[in-house]
């Protein structure tokens, strides 16, 4: 049986959710960003008039208003978005048991074995989709249907805003094959550099392309984008109560004034070690290896990584490793304006034994009394909240309050698989 997929993608949600509130801004161009007043101020999303504008998500708030002097800003209210996202994940549920989220504003669904009991026709029940949300919580949706998941992506990214597009086996080469390479799901930039050295520029381009030579260049990673430019994609539309470890958990942040020299930067690499190896603590979780990525005020961006010898979740020894990055490819002279620490190669708690060598019981040792302190300091977090214990040398402005959770503009971050 030909498998039904949808992807459903709202449209400017974070935008959307906020002129909810403020209809009178709605023919205006409208943007919902961080603190204006602030160094990492971005916009978050933008409305239809914005985009208009050339503005884009995730630019500076300055860079935007040079495009856009006329800019509305809103600040963001992201427990409205958590709220929003679970009342339409509801909605779909009524449609199919099979709903995965992917992220805060998309959905894919598997209509495969319950698109008979809505009429059979998937356009029809897109539109009918689309229709409820607009009626029922005033969102718009874009909806991609076809036979495999990344298809229904890029259908749901082919006509903006409030849109169905099919993409079947019989239109899927006039479609999708026109379009840049790039737009295919999980061609990042690295992948995409290699194929421009090939002259692949179009998913049509990279169908084509000899597969053995594709696994040469990109390993399997380069097999799996050419299967998906085929229509080959088989992969399972997994409901959210179906958990995947992540493959890495990372922190980033971007300080209110640049860092300067080795205790500076060393005061930012401990406390975003910190946040990473709670958040492994929390997913029962251990790491094999440590990525750092540093941006300088120029946003000029250099990254490393590196294997650990034993595996981690210890904020202390993420720390080390990341100073050790840093200490290798930075000059300490020079500043610093964002930092991001990554966890990678996680292994479950339980399966991560440590290699053992003939100090192996006196480190060990060690280790057990660490992780019993920071599982402590866990405890204190839960009870009083992320901010009320932290490292000491966490970089702060001068004249703020100790006792105030870190500033800046943090993100942090889960990668599925």
């Given at each position: 049986?030909?498998?039904?997929?949808?992807?459903?993608?709202?449209n400017?949600?974070?935008?959307?959710v906020?002129?909810?509130?403020?209809?009178?801004?709605?023919?205006?161009?409208?943007?919902?960003?961080?603190?204006?007043?602030?160094?990492?101020g971005?916009?978050l999303?933008?409305?239809?008039?914005?985009?208009?504008?050339?503005?884009?998500?995730?630019e500076?708030?300055?860079?935007?208003?040079?495009?856009c002097p006329?800019?509305?800003?809103?600040?963001?209210?992201?427990?409205?978005?958590?709220?929003f996202?679970?009342?339409v994940?509801?909605i779909?549920?009524?449609y199919?048991d099979?709903?995965?989220?992917?992220?805060?504003d998309?959905?894919w669904?598997?209509?495969t074995?319950?698109?008979?009991?809505?009429g059979?026709?998937a356009?029809a029940?897109?539109?009918?989709?689309r229709?409820?949300?607009?009626c029922?919580l005033?969102?718009?949706?874009?909806?991609?249907?076809?036979f495999?998941k990344?298809?229904?992506?890029?259908?749901s990214?082919?006509?903006?805003?409030?849109?169905?597009?099919?993409?079947?086996?019989?239109?899927?080469k006039?479609?999708?094959?026109?379009l840049?390479?790039?737009?295919?799901?999980?061609v990042?930039?690295?992948?995409?550099?290699?194929?421009?050295?090939f002259?692949?520029?179009?998913?049509?381009?990279?169908a084509?392309?000899?597969?053995e030579s594709?696994?040469?260049?990109?390993?399997?990673?380069?097999?799996?984008?050419?299967d998906?430019?085929?229509?080959?994609?088989?992969?399972?539309?997994?409901?959210?109560t179906?958990?995947?470890?992540?493959?890495?958990?990372g922190?980033?942040?971007t300080?209110?004034?640049n860092?300067?020299?080795?205790?500076e930067?060393?005061?930012?690499?401990?406390?975003?070690?910190?946040?990473?190896g709670?958040?492994?603590?929390?997913?029962?979780?251990?790491c094999q290896?440590?990525?750092?990525?540093?941006?300088d005020?120029?946003?000029?961006?250099?990254s490393?990584?590196?294997?650990?010898?034993?595996?981690t979740?210890?904020?202390?020894?993420?720390?080390q490793?990341?100073m050790?990055?840093?200490?290798?490819?930075w000059?300490?002279?020079?500043?610093v304006?964002?930092?991001?620490?990554?966890?990678?190669?996680?292994?479950?708690?339980?399966?991560?034994?440590?290699?053992?060598d003939?100090?192996?019981g006196?480190?060990e040792r060690?280790?057990?009394?660490?992780?019993?302190?920071?599982?402590?300091?866990d405890s204190?977090?839960?009870?009083?909240?992320?901010?009320?214990?932290a490292p000491a040398s966490?970089?702060r402005d001068?004249?703020?309050?100790?006792?105030?959770?870190?500033?800046?503009?943090?993100?942090?971050?889960?990668?599925?698989?």
């Amino acid at each position: 049986m030909e498998r039904v997929i949808f992807h459903c993608d709202l449209n400017s949600f974070y935008a959307s959710v906020e002129l909810l509130d403020h209809p009178e801004l709605r023919h205006l161009p409208v943007a919902v960003c961080g603190d204006p007043d602030s160094r990492h101020g971005i916009i978050l999303a933008k409305n239809e008039p914005a985009k208009a504008f050339g503005v884009k998500t995730a630019e500076t708030i300055w860079q935007a208003r040079k495009k856009c002097p006329e800019l509305v800003l809103l600040p963001a209210h992201h427990h409205k978005y958590r709220e929003f996202s679970r009342l339409v994940n509801h909605i779909y549920q009524e449609y199919t048991d099979l709903v995965e989220p992917f992220g805060i504003d998309e959905s894919w669904l598997d209509l495969t074995g319950t698109l008979h009991l809505f009429g059979g026709d998937a356009r029809a029940l897109a539109d009918r989709l689309r229709e409820r949300l607009r009626c029922e919580l005033g969102l718009t949706i874009s909806v991609g249907v076809s036979f495999n998941k990344v298809f229904a992506k890029l259908g749901s990214d082919y006509k903006k805003p409030d849109a169905t597009t099919v993409i079947s086996r019989e239109n899927f080469k006039q479609i999708v094959w026109p379009l840049p390479v790039t737009d295919l799901l999980y061609v990042g930039r690295a992948a995409a550099q290699t194929f421009q050295k090939f002259n692949i520029r179009t998913i049509g381009d990279l169908a084509r392309f000899d597969r053995e030579s594709l696994f040469t260049l990109l390993g399997k990673n380069g097999v799996q984008l050419h299967d998906f430019a085929n229509g080959l994609d088989r992969s399972p539309v997994a409901p959210a109560t179906q958990h995947t470890p992540p493959k890495s958990v990372g922190n980033g942040l971007t300080f209110p004034r640049n860092l300067q020299g080795r205790e500076e930067i060393r005061a930012g690499v401990t406390q975003l070690a910190d946040q990473v190896g709670t958040r492994l603590r929390l997913q029962h979780m251990k790491c094999q290896g440590v990525s750092l990525a540093i941006r300088d005020p120029d946003f000029r961006d250099l990254s490393r990584q590196q294997r650990l010898d034993s595996p981690t979740y210890l904020g202390r020894e993420i720390a080390q490793t990341a100073m050790e990055l840093a200490e290798s490819c930075w000059n300490m002279d020079h500043p610093v304006r964002a930092l991001t620490v990554t966890a990678l190669y996680l292994v479950p708690e339980e399966e991560a034994a440590a290699q053992l060598d003939l100090l192996s019981g006196p480190l060990e040792r060690k280790r057990e009394r660490l992780e019993k302190l920071e599982g402590a300091l866990d405890s204190i977090r839960a009870k009083y909240g992320k901010g009320a214990i932290a490292p000491a040398s966490a970089p702060r402005d001068p004249g703020e309050d100790r006792h105030a959770p870190p500033p800046g503009g943090s993100r942090s971050y889960l990668e599925e698989p």
